[in-house]
């Protein structure tokens, strides 16, 4: 994996993201912005309203949307992260329980392109955004991961992450959810602590 630098998207690494996102699938049509909208405004949106969203957050002064994975200059994942009350789709959610905490991140989405799948790459998403999390001052880091109870899903159900993939990486569920990713596979809530700087370890 030496050969694989994550990096926050900004205005640098849009053209690179875009072009991850045109290979197809749920990402050519909602450019990651299904999370950061309430459930009630994303039949009224549009693909291109979407890319212009996601543009404007990689573009703004506020927390970056998410980080981008490089490989030989070509961008071969993503995953979207942020505060907890950036994404209203959670806060607001009647099927993910909202958990109490302060200090939270919540990583939503991973994307991985076919000819990098089972690489690692995702793997390497989480760890960079556990760490980007950190280093912006949350206090923990929650996601929505599925629990395959060892069986295969598809890529399209897996883009919140596996359960596994979280537990290895010192992620531990804190709550069942009613929230279901098809196949009778339900997303529980994770969590992982974060130290912070200037305390005893």
């Not at 699938?25 to 291109?48: F, V």
């Not at 960079?128 to 949350?138: D, K, L, R, T």
Request: proline residues 5%; glycine residues 12%.
């Amino acid at each position: 994996m030496n050969d694989l630098a994550v990096t926050p998207l900004d205005g640098r690494t849009w053209k690179d993201l875009a072009g991850l996102f045109s290979q197809g699938g749920d990402p050519k049509r909602c450019w990651c912005m299904y999370w950061r909208l309430p459930s009630g405004h994303w039949s009224l949106t549009s693909t291109q309203a979407d890319r212009n969203a996601l543009h404007d957050l990689a573009e703004g002064t506020g927390p970056t949307p998410g980080l981008v994975a490089l490989r030989d200059g070509e961008a071969v994942g993503w995953v979207s992260l942020g505060p907890r009350e950036d994404f209203p789709r959670i806060t607001r959610s009647r099927t993910i329980p909202l958990v109490p905490g302060e200090g939270l991140w919540s990583i939503v989405c991973f994307v991985v392109g076919r000819r990098a799948r089972r690489s690692g790459v995702a793997i390497a998403l989480l760890d960079a955004a556990v760490e980007h999390a950190q280093a912006s001052g949350a206090h923990a880091v929650e996601a929505y991961p599925v629990a395959t109870r060892g069986s295969r899903i598809t890529s399209a159900s897996a883009y919140t992450g596996t359960l596994g993939m979280f537990e290895r990486a010192g992620f531990a569920v804190v709550s069942p959810t009613r929230s279901s990713a098809g196949g009778g596979n339900a997303r529980v809530v994770v969590r992982r602590t974060l130290e912070r700087a200037g305390e005893d370890r």
